[in-house]
Nanobody, 111 residues
């Protein structure tokens, strides 16, 4: 089970941090990812962190977002900086190994 939190209404240029708490999976052994879905658009890849802490980012967030993980707390986080209105979306955490999606958390960036 994955539970995301930390979304809300932020201003352009803001820096919120999302967190996703995992349960029922071997968290430390698995890669974790973040995706997002804006209204009327397909779900978009945001970032991934491997079990070895290697990170990868989608082109639209590269240089602004940072994914991290805390294996002691079974948590993956997404630090978002320099937010733009086009970052408005529901953000989902995802476990590729178990094909599990969290419920998502809404991030709305006001211009």
């Amino acid at each position: 089970q994955l539970q995301a939190s930390g979304g809300g209404l932020v201003q352009t240029g803001g820096s919120p941090k999302l967190s996703c708490a995992a349960s029922g999976i071997r968290f430390s052994d698995n890669a974790m990812s973040w995706y997002r879905q804006a209204p009327g658009k397909q779900r978009e890849y945001v970032a991934r962190i491997s079990s070895a802490y290697r990170t990868d980012y989608g082109d639209s967030v590269k240089g602004r977002f940072t994914i991290s993980r805390d294996n002691a707390r079974d948590t993956v986080s997404l630090q978002m900086n320099s937010l733009k209105p086009e970052d408005t979306a529901v953000y989902y955490c995802y476990s590729p190994f178990t094909n599990s999606w969290g419920a998502g958390t809404q991030v709305t960036v006001s211009s």
